[in-house]
Structures are given as C-alpha cells and as structure tokens.
C-alpha cells in the first residue's frame, strides 16, 4: 500500500466528490502549484489508488427499478466450486456487488431489477440456476437512507 500524506488524502477527497475537477482546480483549492499536483493524481493512479473514473448514474432518474439485496449460501466442498459460482455473478448484469462473507452466510448480492415480476425472473433464471446455491433469502429496499461512494479519510 503507497504511503498516502495529508496533500494526497485531500487530492482523493476532492475527486471523489467531483471526478472532474481539473489540475489547476485541486491546486487552487488546496493553494499548492499544479505541476506537484499533477504528479501526485499520477502516482495516485499509477499505483491503484486510483482505480478508474465513472460517472455516477441516479437510477432513479434513469430507469424505474427496485433494489433487493439477496443473501444465500453455498453447498460446495471444493475451492473451484466457489470459483464457478464467482464466475457466474460475475456475468450477470443485474448483479451491482457481490461480496463473500464469513459468518453463517456465504455471500451477499446488491441487486437491480426494474420491477417484482423481473425481479422473480432473474431470481429464477440466473441466481437459482447457477450450481451449488443453497438457500437465497431476499430483502427489497423500501427507501434508500444512504448511498455513496465516498471512502472516508481513514488515515494521514
């Protein structure tokens, strides 16, 4: 992991509220001169930090649609099980995240579908068919409280 200062934890802060900040933006914000800025925002994507920039679409101006987190379990007793099942989420558009857990569940799915009935159908269709899912339990969002995307200042 790079050694990020406080200039660096600024930089990243600013981006992520708004990807499209230029140079000379971040460095009159921060009352530095562009070029060290400049050098840094490439440090910061030559090593990873920065993974990519994207547009962040409201999907509820984009498309009627619901949200519905799944939680569910594994019947595997192999590594390359777990692997086909990765593989398979993988490919599945409706699928936002996916994460695999400890505890008394294996994974966790954030889910997009436009409505219950195309909701079943995914559901039917793709998760229910990939080997080796056990018991999937549901929960549809009623009302979105928080969403972001913002990683916090964690350090420096």
Request: aromatic content about 10%; hydrophobic content about 40%; glycine content about 4%.
């Amino acid at each position: 992991m790079p050694d990020l200062d406080q200039v660096d934890h600024q930089i990243l802060k600013l981006l992520q509220q708004d990807a499209k900040l230029n140079v000379n933006d971040i460095a009159q914000q921060l009352h530095l001169t562009k070029t060290p800025i400049y050098e840094r925002i490439k440090r910061l994507e030559r090593s990873g930090v920065i993974a990519k920039y994207v547009a962040l679409v409201d999907r509820k101006k984009f498309t009627p649609s619901i949200i519905v987190f799944l939680t569910g379990s594994l019947n595997v007793s192999k590594f390359e099980q777990t692997q086909e099942f990765y593989e398979a989420v993988m490919d599945i558009d409706e699928v936002l995240e996916c994460y695999l857990l400890g505890g008394d569940k294996d994974f966790f799915l954030k889910v997009i579908a436009k409505d219950l009935d195309s909701y079943h159908d995914f559901y039917s269709d793709k998760i229910a068919s990939i080997p080796f899912v056990g018991e999937i339990r549901s929960s549809f969002v009623l009302k979105e409280i928080k969403h972001t995307t913002t990683i916090p200042n964690m350090g420096g």
